[in-house]
């Protein structure tokens, strides 16, 4: 279901939500690729399903290429994110 469901947007990263059972086409926060990339670990630890490990491997590398300068993630709002944005950096 997660694949198909569109939350993973075209560049690899994890939007903040569906409308519709579609991409919201929303902010890509730190926070939540990395509780995409926990549970894809739990649940290829689990199972030992390759896919798992390679769609965890997908999202950090994206992550990394795309929401970070100088190895630090950063998010969209960086430097002027309210509080409310603050709390979820991951």
Same mark, same amino acid.
């Given at each position: 279901?997660?694949?198909? !469901?569109?939350?993973?947007? !075209?560049?690899?990263?994890? /939007?903040d939500? &569906?409308?519709? %059972?579609? /991409?919201?086409? #929303?902010?890509?926060?730190?926070? /939540? #690729?990395?509780?995409?990339?926990?549970?894809?670990?739990?649940?290829?630890?689990?199972?030992?399903?390759?896919?798992? &490990?390679?769609?965890?491997?997908?999202?950090?590398?994206?992550?990394?290429?795309?929401?970070?300068?100088?190895?630090?993630? #950063?998010?969209?709002?960086?430097?002027? %994110?309210?509080?409310?944005q603050?709390?979820?950096?991951?």
């Amino acid at each position: 279901w997660f694949n198909q !469901s569109g939350l993973i947007n !075209s560049q690899g990263l994890v /939007n903040d939500g &569906l409308v519709g %059972c579609q /991409n919201n086409g #929303q902010e890509t926060w730190t926070y /939540n #690729q990395g509780v995409l990339l926990g549970g894809l670990a739990l649940l290829y630890q689990h199972s030992q399903d390759q896919g798992m &490990l390679a769609r965890a491997c997908e999202v950090a590398d994206a992550a990394i290429e795309r929401l970070s300068y100088r190895g630090v993630l #950063q998010e969209p709002c960086e430097p002027g %994110c309210n509080t409310d944005q603050q709390q979820f950096k991951g």
